[in-house]
T-cell receptor, first 113, second 111 residues
């Protein structure tokens, strides 16, 4: 009964490919997020999304797009993968509202060859 | 300059020691602060929120100094299981719950 689950856990692919990472939460939360943690271990927010609003970190390339089929899912689609996209991607969720704790999935390790 | 800065460490301490981490933030509009813990190759987990009046949770004490824009975490009676990376986190006002993480401070507690 994992709270926030991501698939796949590991993703190895070639430069130029398009890939998706899936995220699902069963906590009843209404806000979901994607974070990127690079090789230097810095964790950076990419997107925040609830059913009303998508907030995008302006530094995120438009090759990255979140897709939410419903409140419990927020998938991350990446076009034309580049070497610099290699990182660990974490999905998280919370209830809406300031100061609400975020619960993280266990990450997807993306390696670009 | 990074928005949230931490000494990366590692801090190597013996079991039972008291250890303190500091963190500074540059965005004066930051409204909320947290400490998260991340074990090697695992996801971050919320350790505690940080309140202006300071707060304590068992062996952990967090303090916030808004005037100097720094946050601290004190761990008393360190356990081997406290070994992890501790992430200082700020939430700017009007950021839509988009957390800003520091680079983390690595703690290693040795027997």
């Amino acid at each position: 009964d994992t709270a926030v689950s991501q698939t796949p856990k590991y993703l190895v692919t070639q430069m130029g490919n398009d890939k998706s990472i899936k995220c699902e939460q069963n906590l009843g939360h209404d806000t979901m997020y994607w974070y990127k943690q690079d090789s230097k271990k810095f964790l950076k927010i990419m997107f925040s999304y609830n059913n009303k609003e998508l907030i995008i970190n302006e530094t995120v390339p438009n090759r990255f797009s979140p897709k939410s089929p419903d409140k419990a899912h927020l998938n991350l689609h990446i076009n034309s993968l580049e070497l610099g996209d290699s990182a660990v991607y974490f999905c998280a969720s919370s209830t809406q509202g300031h100061n609400q704790p975020q619960h993280f999935g266990d990450g997807t390790r993306l390696s670009i060859l | 300059r990074k928005e949230v800065e931490q000494d990366p460490g590692p801090f190597n301490v013996p079991e039972g020691a008291t250890v303190a981490f500091n963190c500074t933030y540059s965005n004066s509009a930051s409204q909320s602060f947290f400490w998260y813990r991340q074990d090697c190759r695992k996801e971050p987990k919320l350790l505690m929120s940080v309140y202006s009046s300071g707060n304590e949770d068992g062996r952990f004490t967090a303090q916030l100094n808004r005037a100097s824009q720094y946050i601290s975490l004190l761990i008393r009676d360190s356990k081997l299981s406290d070994s992890a990376t501790y992430l200082c986190v700020s939430l700017p006002r009007d950021a839509g719950n988009m957390l800003t993480f520091g680079g983390g401070t690595r703690l290693m507690v040795k027997p």
